[in-house]
């Protein structure tokens, strides 16, 4: 501990006693340091905030997509493009002095590392603009930073909300340009089907292909079969039906009782069952064909030979309902029989005329691609229109600015107050630095227990220094010096101070 302290007042008295080395190391790099920055011009920096509406209503509505994303994205393209750049150098005092392509590259390159777009929030988005030069004055690199921020809102505006329209008009015009060739295309194609169908009448089959209008019959023929399947079915069920229906009715003209009449009237509703649809097997059926069975012994028995047999109704209903099924059967098959005969014809013609055939595929193919891509442009021409009279008339894009550019007041860089503090605090430092290693370079012990560590051998005593009169006087003298050379130094410190707060009042 001894020995650090007895370092430490070494240290101490080498510096001062080669203050003058650390006043003059400390003068110049403190000047050379606050010339340094001095050059630094000030930057100011000027803010605004800006509300795109990228969302519409109307157009979600009518069912047009839009891709807020992307839209964003393109929002902070437009503003930071090296197009737009230009255009705000050459409409602000930047440009005045640029002459050559190099030299606006340069200042473009410059600007967009100075200029930032943040998106606060979804929509809302903030422009900042930093700007310094030293060949300007304070106000003037305010002035410069407020009018970036503005002319890149002025720009936005002008590009997003009309340059919009344009560029939808010049989509337009393309598509129409497309669809004029597509139907040229689409209508020579038209006029070569019609002349091969001209040259093949055999071969038409009214804008089908051979193998679809060949597919198509077939399909057709096998629902005519399920069909007829079916109308087979029934008229097999209704000559079921009508074989177990009496053609008339036993009993005596005008009797309405005993069991003859019983026996015809249930005669009667088994018919209307059976004319039903109901099966033989149906508990109905089979309650009324017991009962029937027991009313025919009765009736049987009770004699009576003088009876008439009157007309069954339910049989007459049969038989009109058989005829009306033998018909669609009939018409089934007739219908079958000309599908058969259709793909018969197809399936022949292919196998006789191969190359025919192929053409009709090709010529047909080859239709059909240009009127698929004709309806697909047709539909996408008048998406496009639509969304054109929509950001036409009710723009999807709502521009609103929030905070105008604001006006600097302050620099924001560099901070010089702190940077002329560092300057004098580093050149203290630089010139105490110096003083202490001239010190250890000459070999003086400020100390007596240095000079005995040194060399090992017991120091007996000290001797003071003492001084004349005169010399003392010089001494105090030469301290005067000193203490008024460091007070100009720090006097300097603070004129500079003064003065770089003076010229941020005459800014604000």
Known sequence: MNNIYDELRSALYSVWHRRWIVL?????????????????????????????????????????KSNQKGDIDRVRQTLTSAINLEKVIRSTSIGEEITTPKQMEGAVLGLGKKIKVESAQENLFEITATYGDGGNSDAANAKIAQDIVQKMIDIFREENLAG????????????????????????AAEQKR?????????????????????????????????????????????????????????????????????????????SAMRSRGLTENHPDVIAAKNQVNALRGAAASEGGGGAVGTPNPAY??????????????????????????DVAR?????????????EQQRINRDYDVLKQQYDKLLQDREELRLRGQVETEHSAI????????????????????????AVLVVGLGAGAATAFAVGQLRSTFA??????????????????????????????????????????????????????????????
């Open 194 to 270: 019609l002349a091969f169908e001209a040259q093949n009448p055999d071969m038409a089959q009214g804008g089908l292909s051979v193998l679809q209008k060949l597919e198509q019959s077939r399909a057709e023929m096998r629902g005519i079969d399920a069909d007829l399947a079916a109308a087979q079915s029934a008229l097999a069920s209704i000559n079921g039906q009508l074989a177990g229906t009496p053609k008339t009715i036993a009993g005596a003209p005008g009797a309405v009782g005993g069991a003859r009449g019983a026996l015809a009237e249930a005669q009667a509703q088994l």
């Open 346 to 358: 197809i399936t022949s013609q292919q196998i006789s005329n191969p190359e025919v055939a192929a």
């Open 164 to 187: 919009n329209r344009g560029e939808m008009s010049q989509s337009l015009d393309f598509m129409n340009q497309q669809l004029a060739t597509r139907q040229k295309e689409l209508e």
């Open 447 to 508: 100390t007596t227990s240095k000079l005995e560590r040194s060399l090992g051998l017991p120091v007996l005593g000290a001797v003071s220094r003492t001084l004349t009169e005169s010399g003392r006087a010089l001494q105090r003298k030469r301290l005067k010096m000193f203490y008024a050379s460091s007070g100009v130094l720090g006097g300097l410190f603070v004129l500079l101070l003064a003065i770089e707060f003076f010229q941020r009042a005459r800014v604000a």
């Open 398 to 421: 709502k521009f609103q600015v929030i905070d105008p550019p604001t006006t600097p007041r302050s620099p924001v860089a560099p901070n010089r107050p702190l940077l002329l503090f």
């Open 316 to 341: 007459s209903s049969l038989q009109s309902i058989l005829a009306e099924r033998q018909a669609n059967v009939q018409a089934l098959s007739a219908r079958r029989a000309a599908l058969q005969s």
């Open 24 to 64: 003059g190391v400390a003068w110049a790099v403190s000047v050379l340091g606050w010339l340094v920055v001095a050059m630094v011009p000030n930057s100011y920096e000027s803010r605004a905030r800006i509300f795109v509406q990228l969302d519409d209503v109307l157009a979600q509505q009518i069912g047009i």
